[in-house]
Structure formats: C-alpha cells, structure tokens
C-alpha cells in the first residue's frame, strides 16, 4: 500500500497534535470555573503560546519563574512571559511594599489573586514567590563578595577586601546589616585597614514610608586617625520606588555619635561625643537581565572634633556569571571634612578612594 506525501504530512500533524494535548493542552481545554479557579492536583502555567505546562512551582526569584515539569524537568521562565498560573500547592508571594500573602495562587490579566484573601497585585510588582507555608528562612536574603590582590618581587604586597549584606524582610518591616572593609600591606607594613558595619530596623507604617527606630554604625580607619566611631539614632524614611527591578530610598534622623581617636596631640582629649544629623539615599537598579547598578549614599553632620562633616558613598556593577555568583566592580568614597590631626600633628587627607574588583555570592 502506497501512502502519498499529502496524507504522510496529515498523519505527521495528527500525531504532534495529540502529543501536544498529552503534555500541554490547549488553553481552550483548560478551563475553571468561578466557583473552583484552582486545580486540584499539580499547578499549571500557561505560555505566550497559549501552551499550559503542568507540574510544580519552585520559586519565583529576580523576575525568573522556576517550575518542574515530569516530562521537561526544571525549567526557568520569563515571570513577564507567563500569562496564567493556577496552583494547586500554597505558595507565598511577596509584593512591592513588603505586601505578603500566602495561599493558592491564581494569575490571569495581569493580576495576582490568592484564594481566601482579598488582596490582588499586579503581576510586575511580583518581588517573589516561594512553595509552601511561611517559615522563617524565607525572610531571609545575603550577599557576600571578596576580593584578593598579592604581588612579589621588588615589593611584596598584599590587598583584601569584602562586602555583606543580610536583609531580613517580613510584611511589616525589615532588619539590614552591612559591612564593607578592606586590608592591605606593602613590604609587611600596614597601609590600609577601613572596616564599616551598618544596621537598621525598619517599621513600615504604609507601603512607602517607614520609621527607622534605631540604626547604628561602627566605622574604624586608624589611617584617618579614627580608632573607633560608633553613631546611634533614630529616623524616618520613604521608598521612592519599589519594583522588581528598581529600588530607591531616602532616610534621615537625628544620631549620637561617639568617637576614640588613634592618637592625638598632647593635651588634647582622646575622646569625642556630640549629636550628629545622618541621611542617606540607597538605590538599586536591574540595567540588564545581567547587570545590575547599585549605589549607597550617606552623610553625617556631627561637631568639628568629630569631623564636621562625614560622608561614605559606595557604588558600582554587578554582572551576572551564573544565578549566584556576580563579578562586583565597586568605588567606595569616604571623607572627613575636618580630620583632626594625630600626635605629631600631622592631619591626614580628607578623602580616601578604593576602587574594589571581587566575586560576589547571592543566596
């Protein structure tokens, strides 16, 4: 029996059609009703195909769905691309303006509806969604990077640095930590040794203004004759925009600021406290799907002895190697506008630069 091109070709579709409906039926054939708008078992994506994929939801993280598939295995998804998405597992999703909800999750037109709860959210102020009920490790976010420099030869020298952040969001509020220090030495003499540690506790009062009610920093650089300094205080502040690509932020609020110095002329006090008015901006900005622009600004106005007027600004690039792992370039700017000089009168410079080259890990 002879079969011609027309009739192989028709047999080829019918075949692939009945293949596709196995594994992702039309959007035609999956339909719930009003009163049931959520499978029963397994969750379900829809693509801009109109293809519905079915398995389970992973996580949604930096505008990338991860969702296992039996038949496809572990697949990462546009989050913009998605069009529906039904689940039958509870998920949690976190929303712009620390908006959290947990349930069953329904996504159609653009919106996100949680059955049992009345809040919906635009699909693109989505920050995150995790499987599963709340626990307290889905608070939390760290970044960590470090970088390294040795050279022998005529001069031995040696420079390190580092920069980590822990952020711990809850739908109320958020508590950060911050710390960036560098070490280096020439010929085994200490030529550099900055160390910073900021932390706040943020209270959201509405989706964009917070009270700060306590924030702190420790600052050390014996090279701008500064053993210690250590600034306690209270503020206020309001995010400026809050999306899943773009963050930005201003605080401001009144401080304590207590200084020891390294060393200082004789007769002069060692020690230093007087109140200080601190602000600050930090924005940070998804450029590309792999690069990231980040900067954090923030000045103290304190008394002539403890400075006058400081200020730290840390800016720079991500570039996404791998879903964790980050080449950092960064410029790190701190300056005393009136460094008091130490006990051979010398008055060290006002500003220091560092220009920081690392590897950085997200998790």
Request: net charge negative.
């Amino acid at each position: 029996m002879s079969i011609t091109i027309r009739q192989l070709r028709n047999l080829v579709t019918a075949v692939l059609g009945l293949l596709l409906l196995g594994t992702a039926p039309a959007s035609a054939q999956l339909v719930w009703p009003e009163d049931s708008p959520v499978p029963e078992e397994f969750d379900w994506v829809r693509l801009p195909s109109d293809e519905w994929l079915k398995g389970e939801v992973k996580a949604m993280y930096d505008d990338e769905l991860e969702f296992e598939s039996d038949e496809l295995d572990t697949l990462v998804l546009d989050w913009n691309d998605i069009k529906e998405l039904r689940s039958a597992q509870v998920l949690q999703v976190r929303a712009t303006g620390d908006r959290i909800a947990t349930g069953q999750v329904v996504l159609d037109d653009g919106q996100i509806g949680v059955v049992g709860e009345s809040a919906r959210f635009p699909q693109d102020e989505i920050i995150s969604i995790t499987a599963g009920e709340p626990r307290e490790i889905n608070y939390w976010a760290a970044r960590v990077s470090a970088g390294a420099t040795m050279r022998e030869g005529n001069s031995d020298q040696r420079d390190f640095s580092a920069r980590a952040r822990v952020l711990r969001r809850t739908v109320t509020g958020r508590i950060g930590i911050d710390y960036i220090g560098t070490y280096s030495e020439t010929d085994n003499v200490e030529t550099d040794n900055n160390h910073r540690v900021n932390a706040n506790w943020d209270r959201f009062l509405t989706d964009r203004f917070f009270l700060r009610p306590i924030f702190a920093e420790y600052f050390r650089d014996p090279f701008q004759n500064i053993a210690h300094r250590w600034t306690v205080g209270t503020g206020f502040g309001y995010q400026i925009i809050d999306t899943s690509e773009t963050s930005w932020e201003v605080f401001a609020g009144p401080a304590y600021q207590y200084t020891q110095f390294e060393d200082v002329e004789p007769g002069e006090d060692g020690t230093e406290d007087s109140f200080a008015a601190v602000a600050g901006t930090k924005f940070d900005h998804e450029l590309t799907d792999w690069i990231d622009v980040f900067y954090d600004y923030r000045f103290q106005v304190t008394s002539s002895r403890n400075g006058k007027y400081n200020h730290h600004m840390t800016g720079g690039l991500e570039i996404e190697l791998t879903d964790q792992l980050d080449l950092e370039f960064s410029i790190v700017w701190d300056r005393i506008e009136d460094p008091q000089p130490d006990e051979d009168g010398v008055i060290p410079e006002k500003d220091d630069w560092r220009y920081i080259v690392g590897l950085g890990w997200e998790f």
